[in-house]
């Protein structure tokens, strides 16, 4: 019998960690809708916005590209040069970025057609994310491994590598805050494994 009710499953773990991999799995395999909180962000700063302008008002109309969009290398530049308008600008982006999910969410409800509606980001247990999802998922692989996959995939130097990792959760702060653990360190299929087990009450596609 397969499930009826629409599940809200945030997924997150640390860089490296292969959240994209999964998501891509799930994408193929399952009736679902996937937002990448990042993504998000950025529909929710477009002109026409309530966030848009809220930023504008905060941060000048000198973040403003000829074409109308915020540019996103002036904005940080302003932030970088005062520190305390990080705080001030996530205030206004990160409830955006809420509320835009909780609509689609419903337009997805609505419309029937999925049965699964993922979010995911690094910081969706600091952003509390665990009380507006039905379930948390920690995206978990072995610290060398992500660290070799951040040298290998993306180029990064030892150095980038240790300041991103010290800027996150620690692993056991994600496992506190997860109901489900999928371990990405080895091969993919069996990660997909782990997924498919997971989700055997729901449709699975060819």
Request: charged share 35%.
């Amino acid at each position: 019998m397969k499930q009826n009710k629409l599940l809200f499953i945030g997924i997150t773990g640390g860089i490296g960690a292969g959240k994209s991999e999964i998501l891509s799995y799930i994408r193929k395999h399952y009736k679902c809708e996937i937002y990448l909180a990042d993504e998000v962000a950025h529909e929710v700063k477009r002109p026409g916005t309530e966030c848009y302008r809220a930023l504008v008002d905060l941060l000048g109309k000198e973040i403003i590209n000829p074409d109308g969009q915020i540019d996103k290398a002036r904005m940080a530049e302003k932030i970088f040069a005062d520190a305390s308008l990080l705080e001030k600008v996530n205030q206004l982006i990160h409830p955006a970025v809420k509320v835009y999910l909780l609509e689609h969410l419903e337009k997805a409800r609505a419309a029937g057609e999925v049965e699964l509606f993922f979010v995911e980001a690094a910081l969706l247990i600091e952003c509390g994310y665990g009380e507006l999802v039905d379930e948390m998922w920690y995206i978990y692989a072995d610290e060398q491994v992500r660290r070799e996959r951040l040298k290998k995939a993306r180029g990064y130097s030892e150095e980038k590598i240790e300041n991103i990792m010290a800027k996150q959760l620690p692993e056991q702060k994600f496992r506190e805050n997860c109901d489900f653990v999928i371990d990405n360190s080895g091969e993919l299929a069996d990660s997909y494994r782990q997924i498919d087990r997971k989700l055997e009450a729901f449709t699975w596609q060819e």
